[in-house]
C-alpha cells in the first residue's frame, strides 16, 4: 500500500522535529530520526510507527491491572509509549537496543517509564510482565519464541502480518504449522486490527497486524517441549506427505506408528490424512505417547 498524497506532499515541506511529544507523522519521524543521527535499517526491518490510532489500539489491549508492570519491547521514538501513558497501566519499563533512541525516550518521558539500554533478546523477565510492542519484523519470530518459553502472561504485539497469521492460523490451511502449534502449545493467540504498510516511515513491503497472546492456565499440555517441537518438525517437514509415510520416522517402524496414533486419540483416518488437517490437541496427545515411560508404552508386536 503507497502512502497518499498527502503524507507524500508533507515529506516534500521541511518540518521540525515536535517538541515534547512523539513524531506522528512521516515527515516528524524522518526529521526526529534525521536529528538523532538515526537511520533506519531496511535489512533489520527496521521501520517507526507514526500512526496514533494503531498506538492507541495496542495500549487499548494491553489490559492490564493500575499495579501490573508493563515491558515495552524496541521504545523507538515513543508513540506507543504515550499511547500507554493514557492508560491506568503499572510501571512501563521501556527496552530499547539503540543508545541514541534510548536517551531520547529519557529525555522525551523523563521520570514517567524507565528506560532501559538492552536487546529484548536477552533482556531478564521474571513472567510476571505484560509485554507489549511493535516488533522488527527481522526478529519478530526468536522474540515470540522466547516469550512463550517464559511463560508472559498476555503479549500484545505489532508484528508482519503474514508471521501473525501463521501464529493464529487453523488446522487445513497452509498458512497452519510449527509457529501455529507452539503458540497454542503455549497459550491462545488472537488476531486484531492489520495495520498498513503506509502507518510506518520507512514504509515497509509488507502490511503488519496486531496480535494478542494469553498464557495457557495450569501445566502445559506436553511433558517434553523438545521433544514436543522435534516431532512437529520433523511432520511438517514434509507436509504434502501423508501422514502414513511421516509417523514412522518420527516412531521407527509403522507397527509402533499405529500403536501410538491409537493412543494419542488420532482420527480412524489420520493415515491418509496430511499434517495441517489435524488439530493440535492430536499433536500434544501424540507427544504424551511419546514420552510416556518404555513400559506404559503400547506394544508393536
Known sequence: ?????????????????PVGRAPASPAEVEATL????VRPS???GQSFLWDPFVADAEAALVAVTPEAPVVEVGGGLGLLTEALLRRPTGPITVVETDPRLAAHLRALFGARVRVVTA??????LDGRETVVGNLPFSVATPLLLRFFELRIPRLVVLLQKEVARRLAAEPGGKEYGRLSLVARLYG?????????????TPEPEVEGQILVHTRRTGALPVPSVEEFERVVRTLFGQRRKKLANLLPIVTGSRAQAESLASVAGWPDDWKDRRPETLPPEAYFGLARALGAPL?????SR
Open 1 to 17: 500500500m503507497r502512502t497518499t498524497s498527502t503524507g507524500s506532499s508533507s515529506r516534500r515541506r521541511h518540518v521540525e522535529p
Open 34 to 37: 534525521e536529528k538523532l543521527g
Open 42 to 44: 531496511r535489512r533489520l
Open 119 to 124: 536487546d529484548a533478546l536477552t533482556y531478564r
Open 188 to 200: 491462545t493467540p488472537e488476531l486484531f486490527r492489520t495495520v498498513p504498510s503506509n502507518a510506518f
Open 295 to 299: 513400559g506404559a508404552r503400547p506394544s
